[in-house]
């Protein structure tokens, strides 16, 4: 089975120190970067003493009332639940994919 070519992937970050491997941020790579470069990793998002999931991608054209279509593959957000522990309180976090801001 082969799909379609697919540039970046988004990916949880596990603290290695941890012994439940918790997810401690997103990483966004570059599938076309050589392969074990700095390069492959784009971008970061740390969640600052939170535990997160795996984000979720949504393309930003879905929703639009003007009918634009995608800037890219990446044009889009990042949706991830994070729960703050010393609260204990869970939110819904909203990325833009391509800034990662």
């Given at each position: 089975?082969?799909?379609?070519?697919?540039?970046?992937?988004?990916?949880?970050?596990?603290?290695?120190?941890?012994?439940?491997?918790?997810?401690?941020?997103?990483?966004?790579?570059?599938?076309?970067?050589?392969r074990g470069t700095k390069e492959a990793a784009v971008?970061?998002?740390?969640?600052?003493?939170?535990?997160?999931?795996?984000?979720?991608?949504?393309?930003?054209?879905?929703?639009?009332?003007?009918?634009?279509?995608?800037?890219?593959?990446?044009?889009?957000?990042?949706?991830?639940?994070?729960?703050?522990?010393s609260s204990d309180c869970s939110c819904l976090d909203?990325?833009?994919?391509?800034?990662?801001?």
């Amino acid at each position: 089975m082969q799909g379609k070519h697919t540039r970046y992937a988004y990916i949880a970050m596990t603290d290695t120190q941890d012994e439940a491997a918790q997810i401690k941020g997103i990483a966004k790579i570059d599938l076309d970067a050589p392969r074990g470069t700095k390069e492959a990793a784009v971008a970061t998002i740390e969640y600052d003493g939170c535990k997160g999931g795996e984000a979720y991608f949504v393309p930003r054209k879905y929703g639009n009332s003007d009918g634009a279509e995608c800037d890219g593959e990446d044009d889009g957000f990042l949706l991830v639940y994070v729960y703050e522990e010393s609260s204990d309180c869970s939110c819904l976090d909203v990325y833009d994919a391509k800034t990662m801001d």
